[in-house]
């Protein structure tokens, strides 16, 4: 599923740097076609049985409220142990934060009816002299719209410590069909929006940061023994499974 960056076709070479351009201008891309019909149907599926199962002391992060929320989904089964490789997401993420970047966490979130709003905020602080040391990736389980609690984005706000305008001004919606991922700088101002319809918007995180920062779900405590002893090299470089 995965694609080095130096075996890409020429088509495959532009494309890639279109998402670059946007990363760079706009703080986000958007990715079109990423999961396939057959796993967004599995996916759909899969979800729902895992934010029935929740347990934190299991999934290590607090339940966000007025959202269904599932959290440790490398350890929900193998689709899930290598999806967050995928080009051109882990790619992207690469040339964001560094060649030897990690996951940090794959979490799902779902806003239920009339929930689901959040303030404009980054997750990191304004993007360092050094570039951006965290990175988002927005997995569209479902069509995701305005009317179903769309991520909200100021583009080119990466680029400045400016707060979020208190009128909203600039914000944009990112309303994309099931399958597509968008990546982000996430330093980027962002927030999920309300859902005032109560259709069905399961999103799935791939978070990423450099290697060497905390991860927001450690994944060798989290992960059973049975998981990690089956994990290619790869996977758990990325996992950071073995870092000191």
């Not at 929740?54 to 339940?63: A, C, H, I």
Request: proline residues 7%; negative net charge.
């Amino acid at each position: 599923m995965t694609q080095s960056l130096n075996s890409k076709s020429p088509t495959a070479d532009a494309a890639f740097q279109n998402h670059i351009q946007n990363l760079e201008e706009n703080g986000f891309t958007i990715a079109s076609n990423v999961l396939t019909e057959d796993e967004l149907r599995f996916l759909r599926g899969a979800i729902d049985s895992i934010y029935a199962t929740y347990d934190p002391e299991r999934d290590g992060l607090r339940k966000v409220e007025g959202y269904h929320f599932a959290s440790n989904l490398v350890n929900k089964g193998a689709f899930f142990e290598s999806i967050f490789l995928r080009s051109p997401v882990y790619d992207l993420a690469r040339h964001l934060l560094g060649e030897d970047c990690i996951l940090s966490s794959l979490n799902s979130l779902e806003p239920l009816k009339n929930q689901g709003n959040q303030g404009l905020h980054r997750d990191g602080p304004p993007v360092p002299d050094t570039g951006p040391i965290v990175a988002n990736s927005l997995w569209a389980i479902d069509d995701m719209s305005k009317a179903n609690g769309a991520t909200r984005l100021v583009p080119g706000s990466h680029k400045t410590d400016a707060p979020p305008p208190d009128d909203e001004a600039g914000v944009v919606y990112a309303k994309i069909p099931a399958g597509s991922v968008i990546i982000i700088n996430a330093h980027i101002l962002h927030g999920a929006s309300a859902n005032p319809s109560g259709r069905r918007r399961r999103v799935m995180h791939g978070y990423f940061t450099r290697r060497g920062l905390p991860q927001q779900l450690e994944q060798r405590k989290y992960l059973s023994p049975e998981v990690q002893d089956r994990l290619s090299p790869l996977v758990r470089n990325v996992l950071a499974l073995d870092d000191d």
